[in-house]
């Protein structure tokens, strides 16, 4: 069964005028450039409208952190008048601050995101952003302060982290625009706790704004556009990628930026910039160079295969890059199909529920309903399970398999001969995708005659079994590759034990 789903997969590939250059870069990129584990920061990619087959805006990416991931359906949810939320960080953070509480608005939005568990400092759960019911998507990507701005930022800070303005996003924005107005007003109004920078991306099925904030409690930030002609890469905090670079002379005067009143003014203050020298350039200015050539190497490699792939950019490109830079770090992958004029239900976010390198991409609309336990939180990697005893309310769900550690069994298994092994998972997974994309508008259209016949608990019940039907499929995937790795590289070449097992 499995040698035929890679057989099915080729031969299909192979019918694709751009199936053999992805299908050898993607072997060649796992193979060359995941190795670089010593740098640990999310990635992002969008595509403007005008690129993709569809018309659609995407926002794909995934979060890097060692610690347990799990899905999230968060439901509309109505909230009482003078209820409030806490935000921030506490002392135990790399840069420490304190916990705040601000106020909670009367109703939030229905959204999916991948949740986990620790970010020192930060209290759980935490996201790195996922997508709403009005098709606003959000990712999150680490950004490096210069030193100076980090060395200034208060002892005791307060205000919103990187997950809390995520979060917020996707409970209350309509648009991306509105994402960015949000985010900016919350930090004005109650300041950015920061671990040292940060950059967020909001899309929408039209378009997307990147913003930037830094370290030094000067409520430093910048913004830009990203337009239908756009394809942008925020990567692993390599500043030489995406992020927003030099400011045009009249970018004051321009709709596709915005930034703090303080922004030029304060580096003037500073020494960082002499006006009429050079054209401001965020990057030197403001950061800290991460412009490392491996993860610039990777990034242009992921640039120029979506930039070929243009105006014919669909999901199963995006997936295709996740699948490739991916490592043990990489918590989830994320591709969200923005597209215009669809019923809320039936908006799409393809998630990787574990390193995007041995992990299938399973579809979840926001119709659906529910998470099967396999894929909620689970206590491997979980911050402080170790200390104590399973909760009885949580043991039906520890009585289940856990997807991300089918995937990282995976994973780990096929790390170990890369050469032998990760040819034959590359191409089941990108059959698996292929598959479940291919079953997609039948999918739609029996959703949408029910909507349309006005039985929208039925859609949500069909649309929700289809969702538990794919999870279970991928699952299943990644647990007989495993499974049959397992037993082949006993044979062929042993486990190898730890270095210190004889200790």
């Known amino acids: 069964m499995l040698h035929r789903l890679t057989i099915d997969c080729i031969s299909k590939r192979r019918q694709n005028d751009r199936s053999g250059t992805i299908l050898v870069g993607l072997f060649t990129a796992i193979l060359i450039l995941t190795t670089q584990q010593g740098i640990l920061a999310s990635v992002l990619i969008y595509v403007g409208k005008n690129l993709t087959k569809d018309g659609s805006v995407m926002l794909a990416g995934y979060g890097d952190e060692p610690s347990s991931h799990w899905l999230t359906i968060v439901p509309r949810q109505q909230h009482p008048a003078g209820a409030t939320k806490a935000v921030g960080g506490t002392e135990k953070a790399r840069m420490p601050g304190e916990l705040i509480n601000i106020p909670q608005i009367r109703e939030t939005f229905r959204y999916i995101s991948m949740d986990y568990s620790v970010y020192v400092g930060f209290p759980a759960p935490l996201t790195n952003g996922g997508m709403n019911e009005h098709g606003v998507a959000v990712r999150d990507v680490a950004l490096n302060s210069r030193r100076e701005l980090v060395e200034m930022t208060p002892k005791s800070q307060r205000g919103l982290n990187y997950s809390d303005l995520a979060r ?19 930090v004005k109004r109650y300041g950015d706790f920061t671990y040292g920078g940060n950059s967020h991306a909001f899309a929408d099925p039209n378009e997307g704004w990147v913003l930037l904030t830094f370290a030094g409690g000067k409520g430093l930030w910048v913004a830009k556009r990203l337009g239908p002609d756009d394809v942008w890469l925020n990567w692993r905090g390599n500043t030489g990628m995406g992020y927003v670079q030099t400011l045009p002379a009249d970018w004051r005067k321009s709709p596709d930026y915005l930034a703090s009143d303080n922004f030029e003014s304060f580096a003037i203050e500073q020494g960082w910039y002499k006006p009429g020298s050079t054209p401001f350039n965020v990057v030197s200015v403001y950061c800290r160079d991460r412009s490392g050539e491996a993860t610039g190497a990777e ?7 979506v930039r070929s792939a243009a105006p014919k950019v669909d ?29 809320a239900d039936l908006r799409t976010l393809w998630v990787a529920p574990g390193p995007p390198i041995t992990a299938a991409f399973v579809p979840w609309r926001i119709g659906a309903e529910s998470v099967p336990p396999e894929y909620q939180r689970h206590r491997y990697l979980t911050a402080g399970e170790a200390e104590r005893n399973v909760e009885r309310a949580q043991q039906g769900v520890e009585s289940t398999r856990y997807v991300n550690r089918a995937v990282k069994r995976l994973l780990y298994l096929v790390d170990e001969r ?31 005659i029910l909507l349309k016949a006005n039985e929208a608990a039925l859609a949500r019940r069909y649309l929700t079994e289809q969702a538990h039907a794919a999870a279970e499929e991928g699952l299943h995937l990644i647990e007989a590759l495993a499974d049959s790795i397992e037993v082949r590289t006993k044979v062929l070449y042993g486990i190898r034990p730890p270095e210190d097992a004889t200790r």
Do not use: C, W
Not at 437 to 444: D, K, S
């Open 168 to 186: 917020i996003v996707l409970e209350r924005a309509r648009t991306a625009r509105e994402g960015l107005d949000i985010a900016v007003d919350l």
């Open 418 to 448: 890369r050469d032998a092994f990760l040819p034959e998972v590359a191409a089941a997974l990108t059959a698996f995708d292929t598959r479940q994309l291919a079953a997609q508008p039948a999918v739609e259209r029996t959703a949408e």
């Open 299 to 305: 990034a242009r490699k992921v640039e120029a295969a």
């Open 315 to 343: 999901v199963q490109i995006l997936m295709e890059q996740l699948h490739t830079t991916g490592r043990d770090s990489s918590g989830y992958g994320q591709v969200a199909h923005l597209r215009a004029n669809i019923h």
